[in-house]
């Protein structure tokens, strides 16, 4: 950010992209934070995939509580007072996008493969954030689960300096539907709430949960 | 006074101004109305939807102020309904493509073959679709151009939506030298495409090798990208595939023939050591 003849200009010079905007303002405060991952390369959906490394087995009637990692995108922001606007959005992590379900009634998602740890792991946090993935299964027959696809329009982020972090569930209706949701509360105490590209926005996010229904 | 003139049974000058005021007025509240609603579901509500809220509104208001103009102007809504059938009928005969068009239109927007935004071909034109009005389909060709198409043509004619679906595959054939690689090449190709954000991950892209042409080994590759920027990515990745084979000195093939000789040429006698193009045979 620098000076420029009585005004301000943004200007950013990485990842192959070059960034310049002159922001027509004198004053004002920059807020640099983690935010959903759906602005890069395009916005093109609101679906997050996560795909399992490996095949994860549910218990009847079990609770499981899992970790996983998520793709972040780093948004900053400009607010001359109460709020706040998004001038760029970059991210260091791959980008990909997959289908879940048929051409036809399926919807796009963004793709991310993640390892399943039972504990904690330690995650690079300009790159991956930590998700505390809470699966219920009410069936009474194991469920094996590949993959968990999230409404990302309702990511609840928190950050710290070491870790981005959110809480999600995913309660297995049957052996092939389940359904996803996140909550509002930080992995760890003293986690900053992001300020997400959404709500930033004041989109009124009205189902944050969504019904995996085709397939697990 | 003028205004208290009869003009037909008991009504006056005054009653035909009101009954115009009235629908003047109407059509101005509508007009503005489908403009506010417009203005303001604009970022709230899909385009297509936000159309059709935005006429149904604005048809609604002209309606209710037709109906409440009819009994100023002396008709009575009783007498209409019996008068219906025979108005009906004479409306039908002289008006069929009018009234043909605008059936299809209403099937048109219960059956939603085609959406506003859409990328269409109806009977060979393609474009984007405008609007949809109840009497006519408007497209905006690749080429910039309008197109009005009746209604009627539109529902009888066969329709190709190509974003109905969220995704789409496109192809290509990667002819490469009999001398390469081919195991390689479907790698190099595999990778590019893992690489793409928009080459979906699932379906599974394939490149495999399809036929052994008369020139070349041909690889077959299938991609699926998202419907809305499959053409996009259709052309970024050809030529990044035909540069990433090149830089691993593996060539795309052109087409040539092997010609025999009967008689060896004359001062090729004793060269047959010398290098030779690498897909001519020894005996060539």
């Not at chain 1, 301000?8 to 922001?23: A, F, G, N, S």
């Not at chain 2, 006519?136 to 004619?157: C, E, H, I, K, M």
């Not at chain 2, 000789?261 to 030779?276: C, D, Q, T, V």
């Amino acid at each position: 950010m620098q000076k420029d003849r009585g005004g301000l200009v943004y200007k950013r010079d990485c990842l192959e992209e070059h960034i310049e905007k002159r922001l027509l303002a004198t004053k004002g405060k920059i807020l640099v934070t983690p935010v959903e991952p759906l602005n890069k390369p395009k916005a093109l959906t609101q679906y997050l995939l996560v795909e399992f490394e490996k095949t994860l087995a549910i218990e009847p009637e079990g609770t499981e509580k899992i970790f996983l990692t998520f793709p972040i995108e780093i948004a900053v922001y400009i607010s001359p007072d109460k709020d706040f606007e998004v001038i760029d959005i970059l991210t260091l992590t791959r980008q990909k996008f997959t289908l879940y379900g048929d051409p036809g009634n399926g919807i796009i998602c963004k793709y991310w493969k993640s390892d399943v740890f039972s504990t904690m792991p330690s995650v690079n946090p300009i790159q991956e954030g930590l998700m505390e993935l809470t699966v219920a299964n009410t069936n009474a027959q194991w469920v094996e689960l590949t993959k968990a696809v999230f409404n990302a329009y309702g990511m609840k982020l928190y950050y710290s300096n070491t870790m981005v972090s959110m809480k999600a569930s995913m309660n297995l209706k049957t052996r092939n539907r389940a359904e996803t949701d996140f909550l509002d509360s930080p992995l760890k105490k003293g986690m900053k709430k992001s300020l997400e590209v959404y709500a930033a926005r004041k989109m009124s996010i009205t189902a944050p949960k969504f019904i995996m229904e085709f397939g697990l | 006074m003028i205004l208290n003139k009869v003009l037909y049974h008991s009504v006056t000058v005054f009653d035909l101004i009101t009954a115009a005021l009235i629908v003047i007025i109407a059509a101005v509240i509508a007009k503005v109305l489908s403009l506010y609603l417009r203005r303001f579901l604009k970022e709230k509500i899909v385009k297509e939807h936000l159309e059709i809220i935005a006429k149904v509104v604005s048809y609604s208001i002209i309606v209710i102020a037709l109906l409440m103009v009819l009994p100023i102007l002396g008709v009575r809504l009783s007498g209409l309904l019996v008068a219906g059938g025979i108005v009906g009928l004479a409306i039908g005969f002289a008006s069929q493509s009018i009234i043909g068009n605008l059936i299809s239109g209403l099937f048109l927007m219960i059956e939603r073959p085609v959406k506003i935004g859409n990328a269409v071909d109806i009977d060979g034109t393609a474009g984007i679709v405008e609007d949809i009005s109840i009497i006519a389909t408007t497209l905006r060709t690749f080429d910039g151009l309008y197109v009005r198409l009746p209604n009627q043509n539109v529902f009888t004619s066969k329709i190709t939506n190509f974003v109905a679906n969220v995704a789409r595959r496109f192809e290509y054939v990667v002819g490469i030298r009999y001398s390469d690689d081919a195991d390689k090449s479907v790698a190099i190709i595999k990778n590019l495409i893992e690489e793409h954000p928009l080459a979906l991950k699932n379906p599974e892209p394939q490149a495999f090798v399809d036929n052994l042409g008369d020139n070349a080994v041909n690889i077959i590759v299938r991609i699926w990208s998202p419907a809305t920027e499959w053409y996009g990515v259709k052309m970024e990745l050809l030529w990044k595939i035909k540069q990433a084979l090149e830089k691993e000195g593996i060539e795309i093939a052109f087409p040539q023939r092997v010609v025999w000789f009967a008689n060896e040429l004359r001062g090729w006698e004793g060269k047959r050591s010398e290098p030779r193009h690498p897909d001519l045979g020894e005996n060539a």
